[in-house]
């Protein structure tokens, strides 16, 4: 089972990641804050201090184009926000 799936790289996550020492994960929907916090310390080498999980529900949507109405459905995913330690740092950027 693979825990992280992706980072979540936006603008406000990276100035959280600058300023609090958090960054956010897209996370498998069955692992558990300790699996998380294990997995991040593994992947990047870090020490991980908390990490809060967020589950979000998949949404229905609709959109009219001239052929008619499409409709269909996002998928559900859960979020980790994952605060390090002081004086950790992960780098998205650094294997581009």
């Known amino acids: 089972m693979e825990i992280l799936q992706r980072p979540i790289v936006t603008e406000k996550m990276n100035s959280k990641g600058e300023s609090l020492r958090q960054y956010g994960f897209i996370v ?19 020490t991980v201090e908390s990490v809060n999980t967020m589950r979000y529900a998949s949404i229905s949507k609709t959109r009219f184009t001239k052929t008619g109405v499409l409709t269909g459905r996002t998928s559900s995913y859960k979020k980790a926000i994952v605060t390090l330690k002081s004086g950790d740092l992960i780098d998205f950027y650094s294997n581009i």
């Open 28 to 46: 498998n929907k069955i692992a558990d804050k300790f699996q998380i916090k294990e997995a991040v310390e593994k992947m990047y080498g870090v």
